[in-house]
C-alpha cells in the first residue's frame, strides 16, 4: 500500500505562482510514476504531468513551460511547480503513482486539493 500526502493548493492570482507537494509513504519502494492530475467541475480528470524513477517527464500541452514537475532524491515526494497561473488552470489536482511503468492507469490517489486562480 502507499499512501499519498499533498499540500500546496489555493487561492492564486492569475500569472501567481504555486507549487504542490505529495509526499509518498507505505510501500514506497514499489514506486515507479509520480505525477499530477487535474479535474474542474463538469470535465473529465486529465493528466498534468507524470515523472518516472528515472527522471523521465511528460507534461500535458495546456502546461508546458509553466508548470515542473520534480521528485526528490528518495523518489518519495513529488512536486508541481506552476507559474504565470490562469483561470483556466482551476481545478481540484490530484497526486497519483503507478506501481509499474507500464501500469495504464495510476494506482493510488492522493485526496485533492484544490487550485483556484482569480482575481
Known amino acids: 500500500q502507499v499512501q499519498l500526502v499533498e499540500s500546496g493548493g489555493g487561492l492564486v492570482q492569475p500569472g501567481g505562482s504555486l507549487r504542490l507537494s505529495c509526499a509518498a509513504s507505505?510501500?514506497?519502494?514499489?514506486?515507479?510514476?509520480m505525477g499530477w492530475y487535474r479535474q474542474a467541475p463538469g470535465k473529465q480528470r486529465e493528466l498534468v504531468a507524470d515523472?518516472?524513477?528515472?527522471?523521465?517527464?511528460n507534461y500535458a500541452d495546456s502546461v508546458k513551460a509553466r508548470f515542473t514537475i520534480s521528485r526528490d532524491n528518495a523518489q518519495n515526494t513529488v512536486y508541481l511547480q506552476m507559474h504565470s497561473l490562469k483561470p483556466e488552470d482551476t481545478a481540484v489536482y490530484y497526486c497519483?503513482?503507478?506501481?509499474?511503468?507500464?501500469?495504464?492507469?495510476?494506482?493510488?490517489w492522493g485526496q485533492g486539493t484544490q487550485v483556484t486562480v482569480s482575481s
Open positions: 497519483s503513482v503507478k506501481r509499474y511503468r507500464w501500469s495504464r492507469r495510476p494506482d493510488y
Open positions: 507505505g510501500s514506497i519502494f514499489s514506486i515507479d510514476t
Open positions: 515523472i518516472t524513477s528515472g527522471g523521465r517527464v
